[in-house]
Each structure stands twice: as structure tokens, then as C-alpha cells.
């Protein structure tokens, strides 16, 4: 299947920085890719869409300007958490959809990056 | 937007049968289900496309009833292995949304 890799897989960072996680499609090209956060024993929430060469879609309560999102080729997608605080500690997921496959809606999932934030 | 899974959790001893129930309020066009074992990323399990399809995976196996809205998941002769969180998921235009999952423990 198509392999999507996610970067840092762990980061810790104090409180105010801003961090920044790749996800990249390896084998594939992404012309939509997904971000998601994943509490503790809850589901994954899509915060946005990512559409390459043009603006993401935010999911309502997604803070557009804290969460920012740049899809600048096809097999790439950034997500930048700035000014970044305790509550935004979190597991974030990244998946893209593999438009050449046999299933277009199937989504491929990065490894994931665990955000901690003193 | 989010479709809602029963039950929340099962724990079943190895060999014993689970069914997952995924719920939508909205139009379904495809379903997919998930598995997520602790800390890392949901696994593709499989995609139904159509009303009343059935498919298959192993001794997992599912059904997507397209007129009720809703898709089932069937774990036979449960093995260790199958134990983590199941997802479903469904795309909405061109966004795509997770179940609220349904943890689930095979104990021997």
C-alpha cells in the first residue's frame, strides 16, 4: 500500500514556541492530505484538509491563524502549531489519499507525532 | 458530522465473536474501517463501497447497509492480535471523518 511518513515523531517544546510537523507522501502523489488530533482514549477529530496550491479547509473550532497548514507540492504537507500551550499536547495524525489507487477515498496514514508541550 | 460507534468498548475472551456498529446521520457512500493499537497510527482494515456489500479480511468481515445509514463489523474466533480501537470512517465530500471508535481486548 501507499506509505505516507510524518516528521518529528516526537517532539517536546516549551510553552509559546512554535513547532512544525512534515507529512509526506513517499510513493505517491497527495493532491489532498489530512490533519488530525487524537486525545487520550478518544477518536481522531479532522482539524483540516489540506489542498495542494491552494488554501486548507479548517473544521469548525480549528483556529486557522494557531494551526497553520502549507500543502506546497504534491507530497508534502506542513502544520505548524505556533505560540504553542499545554492544552494543544496531543497525538497529531496525517493521511493523504491515494488518487492513483483502486480505492481513491482510502486514506494512508502517516506514524503520527506526539506534541508535548510544557 | 461524526458517525457514532457501538458499543464503546468490548472485551472478549480469544475465540469469542464481536460485531462493531458504526452509525450516521448523514448519506453514506462508503464506509471504511480502521484499526488502531496504542500509540500509533490507525491500520486500512478494509472499504465497502456500495449498500449492501459485503466484505472480507481475514476472519474479519463487514456489511454496509446504505439505506440505514449504518455498517457492522464482524470479528469471528477472536485472536489476541485483534485487540485496539476500531474506527470506521466515511468521506463527506471532500472531507473525511472518523467513527467514535470502539475499544475492544482479547484476553486469553
Known amino acids: 500500500g501507499a506509505v505516507v511518513s510524518q516528521h518529528p515523531s516526537r517532539v517536546i517544546c516549551k510553552s509559546g514556541t512554535s513547532v512544525k510537523i512534515e507529512c509526506r507522501s513517499l510513493?505517491?502523489?497527495?493532491?489532498?492530505m489530512f490533519w488530525y488530533r487524537q486525545f487520550p482514549k478518544q477518536s481522531l477529530m479532522l482539524m483540516a484538509t489540506s489542498n495542494e496550491g491552494s488554501k486548507a479547509t479548517y473544521e469548525q473550532g480549528v483556529e486557522k491563524d494557531k494551526f497553520l497548514i502549507n500543502h506546497a507540492s504534491l507530497t508534502l504537507s506542513t502544520l505548524t502549531v505556533t505560540s504553542a500551550h499545554p492544552e494543544d499536547s496531543s497525538f497529531y495524525i496525517c493521511?493523504?489519499?491515494?488518487?492513483?489507487?483502486?480505492?481513491?477515498?482510502?486514506?494512508?496514514f502517516g506514524p503520527g507525532t506526539r506534541l508535548t508541550v510544557l | 458530522q461524526q458517525p457514532v460507534q457501538s458499543p464503546q468498548a468490548v472485551i472478549l475472551r480469544e475465540g469469542e465473536d464481536a460485531v462493531i456498529n458504526c452509525s450516521s446521520s448523514?448519506?453514506?457512500?462508503?464506509v471504511h474501517w480502521y484499526r488502531q493499537k496504542h500509540g500509533e497510527a490507525p491500520v486500512f482494515l478494509m472499504i465497502?463501497?456500495?449498500?449492501?456489500e459485503q466484505k472480507g479480511h481475514e476472519k474479519i468481515s463487514a456489511s454496509f447497509n446504505e439505506k440505514k445509514q449504518q455498517s457492522s463489523l464482524y470479528l469471528t474466533a477472536s485472536q489476541l492480535s485483534y485487540s485496539g480501537t476500531y474506527f470506521c470512517g466515511t468521506p463527506t465530500g471532500n472531507q473525511f471523518y472518523f467513527g467514535t471508535g470502539t475499544s475492544l481486548t482479547v484476553i486469553p
Open positions: 448523514k448519506a453514506l457512500y462508503s
Open positions: 510513493d505517491f502523489q497527495a493532491t489532498t
Open positions: 493521511s493523504a489519499r491515494d488518487p492513483s489507487g483502486a480505492f481513491t477515498d482510502t486514506q494512508y
Open positions: 465497502l463501497l456500495k449498500g449492501g
